[in-house]
């Protein structure tokens, strides 16, 4: 089975199973398709770059940044060209993320946006570098790149969260009346998700202002 294909279907179970994954985000999606695709390598084929990846996500999981940060360092030069190479980058983002470099996280998720492989690695960087701009308090900017999250990917299993921050995003800028709009849109589309009480709640309270 190659990668994709192993990618592919790992997705489509979390589609099936969407109700366990609301809250997930881009970055936390990519960590579970990662210990996935690990498992498979190591099962299969000895292969040191998956090897060496799954010990920087352990340290990454344990809060050893500088360790993780160097492995990942010394990881590029010999396995930029395997076919993990999206993942490395994506955990790289990951790493800047949770040290608080929002800046250089979202343009590393931009970058997967642009090139990463294979194609259902983009919207989960996309879902990524929205967070990070958001973070940065770049209002307008996580808002356009929300917008074309569900412009792209509308039945992707992460438009319900971008739907959610899109209408957080709304009213960080001001404008309840497009928050109200979009967390009206999202209780029509996602009637059993657990944040549609969150989203008719909100409704009502910016409508009464």
Same mark, same amino acid.
């Given at each position: 089975?190659? =990668?994709?294909?192993? #990618?592919?279907?790992?997705?489509?179970? #979390?589609?099936?199973?969407?109700?366990?994954?609301?809250?997930?985000?881009?970055?936390?999606?990519?960590?579970?398709?990662?210990?996935? =695709?690990? #498992?498979?390598?190591?099962?299969?084929?000895?292969?040191?770059?998956?090897?060496?990846?799954?010990?920087?996500?352990?340290?990454?999981?344990?809060?050893?940044?500088?360790?993780?940060?160097?492995?990942?360092?010394?990881?590029?030069?010999?396995?930029?060209?395997?076919? $993990?190479?999206? /993942?490395?980058?994506?955990?790289?983002?990951?790493?800047? /993320?949770?040290?608080?470099? *929002?800046?250089?996280?979202?343009?590393? *998720?931009?970058?997967?946006?642009?090139?990463? !492989?294979?194609?259902?690695?983009?919207?989960?960087?996309?879902?990524?570098?929205?967070?990070?701009?958001?973070? @940065?308090?770049?209002?307008?900017?996580?808002?356009?790149?929300?917008?074309?999250?569900?412009?792209? /990917?509308?039945?992707?299993? @992460?438009?319900?969260?971008? *739907?959610?921050?899109? $209408? !957080?995003? +709304?009213?960080?800028?001001?404008?309840?009346?497009?928050?109200?709009?979009? /967390?009206?849109?999202?209780?029509?589309?996602?009637?059993?998700?657990?944040? +549609?009480?969150?989203?008719?709640?909100?409704?009502?309270?910016?409508?009464?202002?």
């Amino acid at each position: 089975m190659n =990668l994709e294909k192993q #990618i592919e279907e790992t997705v489509r179970w #979390i589609r099936e199973h969407q109700e366990r994954f609301w809250a997930i985000t881009g970055t936390a999606l990519l960590s579970l398709l990662f210990i996935a =695709l690990l #498992i498979h390598h190591q099962q299969t084929e000895s292969d040191d770059a998956w090897s060496q990846l799954g010990g920087i996500q352990s340290q990454l999981a344990q809060g050893k940044f500088e360790e993780a940060r160097q492995g990942l360092e010394s990881w590029e030069p010999r396995f930029q060209g395997s076919d $993990a190479a999206s /993942y490395a980058k994506f955990l790289k983002g990951d790493l800047l /993320y949770r040290t608080s470099d *929002y800046v250089q996280a979202s343009q590393v *998720y931009g970058d997967i946006v642009q090139a990463g !492989r294979p194609e259902v690695v983009k919207p989960l960087a996309l879902s990524a570098q929205i967070s990070s701009e958001e973070m @940065l308090g770049h209002i307008a900017q996580a808002q356009s790149l929300a917008q074309s999250f569900l412009d792209r /990917y509308p039945d992707h299993f @992460l438009a319900a969260s971008t *739907y959610i921050t899109q $209408a !957080r995003l +709304a009213e960080l800028s001001g404008n309840a009346a497009a928050a109200v709009a979009i /967390y009206d849109r999202f209780v029509l589309l996602f009637p059993q998700s657990p944040w +549609a009480t969150l989203a008719r709640s909100r409704s009502q309270t910016l409508s009464k202002k």
